[in-house]
């Protein structure tokens, strides 16, 4: 399995717009993020893990050519705004498979709603399959996808765990049933947006504290913020089996 790191920033991405902050004005290309999303491949699938607003810029920089299916994890701007950019891979493809709770499928009719239509469709757009699941784990060729819940502030939203990977985003708070899921991991991923304490999103505190309790062999940190810090002061200071992530990273497992 490949896992490719084609975004690692939180929802207005690293630089901001305007911004002076020393992080945003870093020469580091570590320190450049757009916004997160990760592209998992194993034998001849290519499984995308959202679509956000820089999906064509990230799809520019890779060598992909097919998308099999796309998991989203929650309906967030930034992690849904690029879904009409899968236009190339539907042109060449036929019908693209998205994966998505109900409420998520939900907000994405009515965002997309030229998208869905099932008559008078104009000429050009898309066609997706949609497939609503719930927790109970689904396949995805030969792979089983377990989707773990987590809480985003108070809106219930899914990581999701592949063999010896699992990603979870956007996670503020992990039910012990669902940390029951992450057990014997290889890699894991999860969000750590900044120093300080967040609403909804794990501080670095936070994070760390998380896969203590998970234990995985290797973790990776992603949905980074500018107030983080520069990413080779914050990673000297990581624990050795856990690393920052940063864009177009890959990593095999």
Same mark, same amino acid.
Not at 36 to 50: A, G, P, Q
Not at 54 to 70: E, G, H, S, Y
Not at 167 to 181: G, M, P
């Given at each position: ?9 939180t929802?207005?991405g ?6 002076? /902050? ?8 570590? !320190?450049?993020?757009?916004?997160v999303?990760?592209l998992?491949?194993?034998? !001849? ?8 607003p820089d ?9 992909c050519t ?12 930034? %992690? ?15 019908a693209?498979?998205i994966?998505?709770? @109900? ?15 099932? #008559? #008078?469709?104009?000429?050009? &757009?898309?066609?997706?399959?949609e497939?609503?699941i719930? @927790?109970?784990?689904f396949l995805?060729?030969?792979?089983t996808i377990?989707?773990? #819940?987590?809480? /985003? #502030? ?14 979870i985003? !956007?996670?503020?708070? &992990?039910?012990?049933?669902e940390?029951e ?7 894991l ?8 304490? /967040? ?5 670095? @505190?936070?994070?760390l ?13 992603? %949905?980074?913020?500018? /107030? ?10 990581l624990p050795?089996?856990?690393k ?10």
């Amino acid at each position: 399995m490949k896992i490719t790191f084609l975004g690692t920033g939180t929802s207005q991405g690293i630089p901001i717009i305007g911004s002076t /902050h020393p992080v945003c004005l870093s020469e580091d290309f570590k !320190d450049k993020r757009l916004r997160v999303s990760v592209l998992v491949e194993w034998d !001849d699938f290519s499984v995308l893990i959202d679509c956000g607003p820089d999906f064509r810029q990230q799809m520019l920089r890779t060598n992909c050519t097919k998308i099999d299916a796309v998991l989203f994890t929650h309906e967030h701007s930034d %992690h849904t705004a690029g879904l009409d950019d899968l236009r190339p891979f539907f042109f060449r493809q036929g019908a693209l498979d998205i994966y998505a709770q @109900e409420r998520v499928l939900q907000s994405l009719y009515k965002r997309f709603d030229y998208i869905f239509k099932k #008559n #008078n469709k104009y000429p050009g &757009v898309l066609t997706l399959n949609e497939t609503q699941i719930t @927790e109970t784990p689904f396949l995805i060729g030969t792979q089983t996808i377990t989707p773990i #819940n987590v809480l /985003h #502030n108070s809106l219930p939203i899914f990581g999701y765990r592949m063999g010896g990977f699992a990603y979870i985003t !956007d996670a503020k708070t &992990v039910a012990d049933i669902e940390v029951e899921k992450l057990q014997g991991l290889d890699v894991l991923v999860v969000n750590t947006l900044r120093i300080e304490p /967040h609403v909804s999103h794990f501080n670095l @505190e936070e994070a760390l504290a998380f896969i203590k309790l998970v234990n995985p062999k290797k973790a990776y940190l992603t %949905h980074i913020s500018h /107030h983080l810090g520069f990413h080779e002061t914050v990673e000297k200071d990581l624990p050795t089996h856990v690393k920052l992530a940063y864009d177009q990273l890959q990593i095999s497992i």
